[in-house]
């Protein structure tokens, strides 16, 4: 039989095909090996029978050329598809036909667990049911060992496509065995989540250029990109923006213009990471584009090494700090996707929605500024809500609780959701800083358009995120301040625990505040940074390497703050303690006074219930002369209401009175209200 004829004989022109005659050849050839190193032919079948069935399966010629096997995969070939994972291998890694028997015979036992006996009885090191790197160089060398056998293993090593199980044993006793992840893609297999640091997305399941969701200038420019990649004029293309942003998704686009599907890879940090050597040679059977998922902080890079076994282009996607360095990055293209305005959140809601009805859709997609994949995410989950109420469609409220539960997954570990309800009319202040107050909200719920209605120089350098410094005496309103904002804008509030933050490790507390500053800007809450001089103190003269990494810290607090593109209020009781720098930085501050008479009054009636028994004249008396804060206010009229709970009546006189005392001494000053006697006085 001819290989042309024995190369089309029941094979499809698949890459199983492909895969399957590449084994015949490694199988063929390892019989006849072993046969040579037998009694006979007849005594290598007699131990192991099962080789018979190899030899019946397909009428090979006894005699045969040395050619015959290269040439029946040549006629293979010739007929298959355009992409076989072997050979894609073969051609980018410089592999020869030598060389992918190798490969097989150091997988054959994922094929066939009968070879591992048949291993075991052929080489010195018993026991071991994975073929020795000495029994491969005894079955594959020229009748004159020049040592290109043992060039061969070592180059499959360094492609990672190779690995030795028992390095600790001398060199020719070590056992070879293919890693799972890679034999499955020479099989042609390509599973969607072959590892947990790994997914694949196929050409099929790509987006078209076309269909992303994106500014009309970043349009153009993507369209132009497929090109260069295609060409070499570029090897690389590094995306930056917001996490769930869609950066994978533009990669993928620009994969599919390719003709390839996609490698997503995270959690690779460190160069020696074994794992990189298994990306060239994946991507290269899977004919995918490696989209690399970094996320350095301020001011780090991350090196990215060469993909041996690999001739494509390969994809990054970087957060909106740090860089990439190293081979693999080198000839890099950048594009930023920035977080997405109204008309783009309003194409993603109507894309999450999938044909769902919806009420005010404007007004959801102004409202909620979160990152494109998250508003796919609340979409989702919103129409979940909807059907939950029996309601027939998605309105602001299913939004609300959608958006909700993606802060709960992802927050809840760094920072603590309080309630927010009311407004700033309830809140006693002086009016300055009620002013300033509503400053605040309105630089919020204008803080997208902002940058349109100034000059061109200031055009380019407004960032769509508030900071606001809250100041003032401990229990002066400023917490309550906060929620009422976020009450006041519908949004969410966090308040940042910072023994969660805060890390004695070195390096920990800066990664901690950029994860919870980029979920923040990522689903759109108030981030609220309280007792906040914890974190902004003004820097020290460098005495210790304690002041040094203290130092550190503050510098990039202070450049994350500048950069952030949400919500978030600092409040501090030792505004002198806060450096100027991060003052600097604050688009508004806010002063909170110990209250007055007249605002102490307020607070009074503000916080006791609407059905109290109270003499309007002790309120006064009260308000005048003690001098209390609101917080101790609220902590007065908390107890007063225990008392008459107690007492199973309201709130009267004489428990305000109790309460108040009990203020004064906790505080260490005297109280001076003038006690009354029942029913002296009217009621407030």
Request: proline share 5%; glycine share 8%; with cysteine.
């Amino acid at each position: 039989m001819s290989a042309a004829a024995f190369s089309t004989f029941d094979l499809p022109a698949t890459p199983a095909g492909h895969f399957k005659l590449y084994l015949f050849a490694t199988i063929f050839h390892i019989i006849e090996q072993a046969a040579a190193s037998s009694e006979s032919a007849e005594a290598l079948l007699e131990q192991f029978p099962f080789l018979a069935g190899y030899l019946d399966e397909l009428s090979v010629p006894t005699e045969r050329g040395s050619t015959f096997w290269p040439d029946a995969l040549r006629a293979f070939e010739a007929r298959a598809p355009a992409h076989l994972p072997l050979r894609a291998l073969r051609d980018a890694a410089g592999l020869d036909h030598a060389s992918i028997t190798l490969l097989l015979a150091v997988g054959l036992i994922e094929e066939d667990a009968r070879f591992g006996p048949l291993f075991d009885a052929m080489q010195d090191a018993t026991g071991v049911h994975r073929p020795t790197v000495g029994l491969l160089n005894a079955w594959w060398r020229e009748p004159v060992d020049t040592g290109e056998v043992r060039a061969r293993l070592r180059r499959l090593r360094d492609l990672g496509l190779v690995n030795v199980i028992n390095p600790e044993a001398p060199r020719t006793s070590w056992a070879l065995h293919a890693p799972a992840l890679l034999w499955d893609a020479i099989r042609g297999e390509a599973p969607e989540s072959p590892a947990p640091w790994l997914g694949h997305r196929d050409l099929a399941a790509l987006p078209e250029l076309d269909a992303l969701i994106v500014p009309d200038d970043l349009r153009v420019t993507v369209a132009r990109v497929p090109a260069l990649l295609a060409s070499s004029e570029a090897r690389a293309l590094v995306v930056r923006g917001p996490r769930h942003n869609g950066r994978r998704t533009l990669l993928g686009a620009v994969a599919r213009s390719l003709g390839r599907g996609v490698l997503d890879i995270s959690g690779l940090v460190k160069p020696d990471d074994e794992r990189w050597r298994w990306l060239g040679p994946l991507a290269t059977l899977l004919h995918a584009m490696p989209a690399i998922g970094l996320e350095p902080g301020l001011g780090e890079t991350i090196e990215i090494p060469a993909l041996a076994g690999y001739t494509g282009p390969i994809g990054v996607v970087l957060g909106r700090h740090g860089g990439v360095s190293g081979p693999g990055a080198e000839g890099a293209l950048t594009l930023s996707l920035s977080m997405p305005d109204p008309e783009a959140r309003r194409q993603h809601w109507l894309a999450g929605l999938e044909g769902h009805p919806v009420e005010d859709l404007d007004s959801i997609a102004e409202r909620f500024r979160m990152t494109s994949g998250n508003v796919r995410r609340a979409a989702a989950l919103a129409r979940a809500y909807c059907a939950l109420r029996s309601g027939t469609a998605v309105c602001l409220s299913d939004v609300r609780d959608a958006s909700r539960a993606l802060h709960r997954q992802a927050l809840d570990t760094l920072a603590t959701r309080l309630d927010a309800s009311g407004s700033f009319d309830h809140l006693a202040a002086k009016m300055e800083t009620l002013r300033d107050l509503r400053e605040v909200k309105d630089r919020c719920r204008h803080r997208e358009r902002l940058h349109t209605r100034v000059g061109a120089a200031l055009r380019g350098q407004i960032n769509p995120g508030v900071r606001a410094l809250f100041q003032g005496p401990s229990g002066t309103g400023k917490t309550l301040a906060a929620k009422l904002l976020a009450a006041e804008l519908g949004m969410d509030l966090y308040r940042v625990e910072l023994s969660s933050v805060v890390s004695k490790f070195i390096g920990e507390t800066e990664k901690n505040l950029g994860q919870l500053f980029a979920l923040a800007e990522e689903l759109d809450i108030v981030l609220l940074l309280d007792e906040g001089d914890a974190l902004l103190t003004q820097r020290t003269a460098v005495q210790t390497s304690n002041d040094r990494y203290a130092n550190l810290e503050t510098n990039y607090l202070l450049q994350r703050i500048e950069s952030f593109e949400g919500i978030v209020v600092i409040t501090t009781n030792a505004g002198e303690l806060i450096d100027s720098a991060f003052r600097r930085r604050m688009d508004v501050v806010v002063e909170f006074h110990a209250p007055e008479p007249g605002e102490r009054l307020r607070i009074w009636q503000l916080h006791l219930p609407a059905e109290h028994a109270i003499d309007a004249t002790l309120l006064h008396d009260l308000a005048a002369r003690c001098v209390l804060t609101g917080g101790q206010i609220k902590n007065a009229v908390l107890h007063a209401s225990l008392l008459a709970m107690a007492d199973g009546v309201p709130v009267r006189s004489a428990h305000v009175e109790a309460a108040a005392q009990r203020e004064c001494r906790r505080m260490g000053s005297v109280y001076a209200v003038r006690r009354r006697a029942p029913g002296e006085g009217s009621r407030s």
